[in-house]
Structure formats: structure tokens, C-alpha cells
């Protein structure tokens, strides 16, 4: 693969930018800041994601309505993404309009007002999406399950909060968190352009240099022992929607790498996965099965979902254990583990393809890593996995308890 080349600044106030020249006829910028959900406390949950809801309420230059319209009437898109520890705020648009785009990403966060008129239509929309989840057992699950796994933690809440809490937000709550949270030295800037990279550096540093929020870091966590859960909450439903999962290390482990090898081999996108095989297409016992890796600062966790029968949810656990012992057992042999490999790789390099994708990933490896860490690197990286280092992550996630905590 060519090597791309990365811009990468540090500006006067702290703030992080890197630009890449991206030919093409797109512009991709945004604002990755590391703040979301973690950083509420009990009385203003679903904070976080108010705030991205509500930051294109108002500035004290512009209405809703402005705003709205700015990056839609070139064609273009913003918009906004919130999770347990991160908040996006991006845009997409024609090349030749990255000072609009800047210039009003900086303005959001400098200047967002929150309209109290506005802030209460915003309020039933939020609400409205928390009963939409509710509405949805085999999503509901998820965020019902992160509950227990990081209980006693502010990991554990549920990202939207519940409509109780957003009930309780004010104007005055968000634009605290705001100042509080978006602050250069937890922010990073990212431009992937057709432009000259070093103009689009100079660009940022005129819109957010001036930026001066002084920053506040969460403390670290403090994470309780986990007993062992196994719980059944009946919604009537047909369907048993159950997640087996464990806690695990974070996303500075070198051992990731492997793990994300094997969750991918396990129950990754393919239809070739292993559990897919095992309990969808030799026994015809799920619609869907699926493993994921969550990995945060300070830890993480490995959630393996399926939908079936009530009646067969102890056979499905049954045959996942199984088939992580039967991993964890004996290495693979060098034909079965170079195929594993090469199948991962071949999808890391598709889903490169998708440029919005590339481009936040970017920001992300440089705010949590101080380097980027690109599709290149990565890609080294995954070949360095051994077989043996794979046969240790099945290893280690049996000895982290799994089948001790599930939920259906």
C-alpha cells in the first residue's frame, strides 16, 4: 500500500490538527472531543449526548435555522455522534468549502447559546429516541448489559440517559459541560482535503487558535470486582435477545491486536464466522450472532449477542463456550491461521475504502494514541499476530469468566 502523507500540528492553545491532502472532490473535517457520557455525573445523564443534540440549536451569531443550512445548501452534511468517551462533531462537502466548514465548527463550540424554545423541542426528540430503544429489545440489551458489567462507574448509564434525567437538563447545564469538556487539550481537528494541508492548518489555527477552555479530566476509574450475573428480564416478547460477554483490558493493550483477530474469526461480519457456522447454518438455531470488543481507556469488553428460541439460549451458550475452548485448547496450524489472517485483512482493506470512515480515524488515533496508527500500520500489526498469541486471547477470555455473566 502507498504511504500516505499525514500533517500533524500542535497549535499555540494545544489544540491537535492533522490534515492529509486527499485528492478527490470531497472535503472531510471535524472535531473529535474526548468527552461523552463518562463525563456526567449522576444528576445530568444523557448530558453528553443533549449536548450534541443541541449545539446546532443556536449560536450567538446564528439561528437554528442558519445553521441547519449552512453545509446542506452546497450539498454537503453536519452532523454529530456521541459514546461512553468521545464526541465527534463533523462535516462532509464539496471541495473548495473547508472555510465555511471551520469556521462554523468553530463557532458551535465557541458560541453554541442553547435557545431555551429550541431546547424544548429538542428535549421530545431525545426522549422520543429513548423509548424508540426501548421499543427494541435486541438493542436494548446491550446498553442494559454495560449497565451491569460497569456497574458502579459512571461507564455504566446508558449514553442517552433515561427521560426522567433529559427532563432535568437546562441550557445552563449544556453549555457547562461544553466549557468544561471542550477544551483543546482534549480535542483533536482533523481535514482531509484536496487543499494544501499546511493552508488548512493555518485555516484551523484562525478559527480555533483563540480557543481557550481550560481542561478538566475525569477521574480514573476505579473499576469494583464483577460477580458472576445471570439474568432473565421478560418484555414479552418472542424472541430471547441474550449477551454473553467479560471485561477486558483497554485499547493501549498490545494484545489487542490479537483479540480483534480473533473476534473477528469468532463472530465478526462474515458469514463464514464461527459461531455463524455452529449455530445459524449447521443447526439453524439463531437469525443473528454476533461478537464485539468495546475497548476504552481504562478497560473493556468483549459482548458475544444472539437471538433465539427462550428455550435454546443454554444450548447456544453451550456451544460458544465450546467452541472458545476448542481456540484456546490447541493452535491453529499455519495454513488454518494464515487464511484467519488474510480474511481479516482483505476486510480491513474494503473498509478503508469508505473515506469519512478513514478520515475520523485519523483524529481518533491521535487523540488516544499520539500517533496515527492508519490502515498501513494497523495492517503490520495484524500480520505480527501469531497463532500462538490468538490461541492466548481465547485463553484469556475463558479465564475472565465467560458464560459467568449473561443476559437475556
Given at each position: 500500500m502507498n504511504q500516505p502523507q499525514y500533517h500533524i500540528a500542535t497549535l499555540s492553545n494545544g489544540l491537535r490538527v492533522v490534515a492529509q491532502q486527499l485528492p478527490g472532490e470531497v472535503s472531510y473535517i471535524g472535531v473529535l472531543i474526548g468527552a461523552g457520557s463518562r463525563d456526567e455525573d449522576?444528576?445530568?445523564?444523557?448530558?453528553?449526548?443533549?449536548?450534541?443534540?443541541?449545539?446546532?440549536?443556536?449560536?450567538?451569531?446564528?439561528?437554528?435555522?442558519?445553521?441547519s443550512c449552512r453545509m446542506e445548501q452546497i450539498g454537503g452534511e453536519l452532523n454529530a455522534y456521541t459514546t461512553k468517551e468521545e464526541t465527534m462533531v463533523y462535516t462532509n462537502a464539496p471541495a473548495g468549502y473547508a472555510p465555511r466548514a471551520v469556521e462554523l465548527l468553530a463557532d458551535l463550540i465557541k458560541n453554541a447559546s442553547f435557545p431555551l424554545s429550541e431546547i424544548e423541542k429538542e428535549r421530545e426528540v431525545i426522549i422520543e429516541e429513548i423509548n424508540s430503544y426501548r421499543d427494541s429489545p435486541s438493542e436494548a440489551v446491550y446498553d442494559e448489559f454495560e449497565e451491569l458489567i460497569y456497574r458502579g462507574t459512571p461507564l455504566a448509564h446508558n449514553i442517552l440517559g433515561t427521560p426522567e434525567s433529559v427532563r432535568r437538563?437546562?441550557?445552563?447545564?449544556?453549555?457547562?459541560?461544553?466549557?468544561?469538556?471542550?477544551?483543546?487539550?482534549?480535542?483533536?481537528?482533523?481535514?482531509?482535503?484536496?487543499?494544501?494541508?499546511?493552508?488548512?492548518?493555518?485555516l484551523i489555527e484562525k478559527y480555533l487558535g483563540d480557543l481557550s477552555f481550560p481542561s478538566s479530566f475525569p477521574e480514573p476509574l476505579a473499576l469494583p470486582a464483577l460477580p458472576a450475573f445471570d439474568e432473565t428480564r421478560d418484555r414479552e416478547n418472542h424472541q430471547a435477545n441474550t449477551i454473553i460477554g467479560t471485561r477486558l483490558f483497554s485499547r493501549h493493550d498490545p494484545r489487542r491486536f490479537a483479540l480483534f483477530l480473533f473476534n473477528n474469526w469468532l463472530g465478526g461480519p462474515c458469514m463464514n464466522s464461527r459461531l455463524n457456522m455452529e449455530l445459524r447454518e449447521k443447526r439453524g438455531l439463531v437469525y443473528t450472532v454476533e461478537s464485539n470488543v468495546s475497548l476504552l481507556s481504562e478497560t473493556g469488553a468483549m459482548t458475544i449477542y444472539f437471538g433465539t428460541d427462550p428455550a435454546d439460549v443454554r444450548k447456544c451458550s453451550d456451544i460458544i463456550r465450546r467452541e472458545i475452548e476448542k481456540a484456546a485448547s490447541d493452535t491453529f496450524s499455519d495454513r488454518k491461521f494464515a487464511a484467519i489472517r488474510d480474511q481479516y485483512l482483505g476486510q480491513m482493506i474494503v473498509g478503508s475504502d469508505h473515506r469519512e470512515s478513514r478520515a475520523m480515524s485519523l483524529a481518533k488515533s491521535l487523540l488516544y494514541f499520539n500517533e496515527i496508527i492508519d490502515i498501513n500500520s494497523s495492517a503490520e500489526r495484524i500480520r505480527a499476530v501469531t497463532a500462538e498469541e490468538f490461541r492466548c486471547v481465547a485463553e484469556m477470555i475463558l479465564s475472565n469468566g465467560l458464560n459467568r455473566l449473561t443476559l437475556t
Open positions: 449522576t444528576e445530568h445523564e444523557g448530558l453528553a449526548h443533549f449536548v450534541e443534540h443541541t449545539i446546532f440549536k443556536g449560536t450567538r451569531r446564528r439561528k437554528s435555522w442558519h445553521i437538563l437546562t441550557p445552563e447545564d449544556a453549555r457547562a459541560f461544553i466549557d468544561r469538556n471542550y477544551t483543546p487539550e482534549k480535542m483533536v481537528v482533523y481535514c482531509c482535503d484536496p487543499g494544501d494541508p499546511q493552508k488548512n492548518i493555518r
